[in-house]
């Protein structure tokens, strides 16, 4: 277990439309083998991004 952060640039193309393109951060921590908490936050570096975003998830994976 322990921490992890990230750093991304990342864009969406729809097929109509103007693109977006966003910077965000997040930062991980792995409770077990199985289970992650995470928090994120960004911003749009276009004017068709959101302006900002947050978050927070948890993740969980299944006994195969």
Do not use: C, H, K, W
Request: negative net charge.
């Amino acid at each position: 277990g322990g921490p992890s952060a990230y750093l991304e640039v990342y864009g969406i193309a729809p097929a109509i439309g103007r693109g977006q393109q966003s910077l965000g951060a997040g930062y991980l921590y792995l409770l077990n083998p199985r289970m992650q908490i995470d928090l994120y936050a960004g911003t749009g570096i276009n004017a068709a991004a959101p302006d900002v975003y947050v978050g927070a998830g948890f993740s969980m994976r299944l006994p195969d």
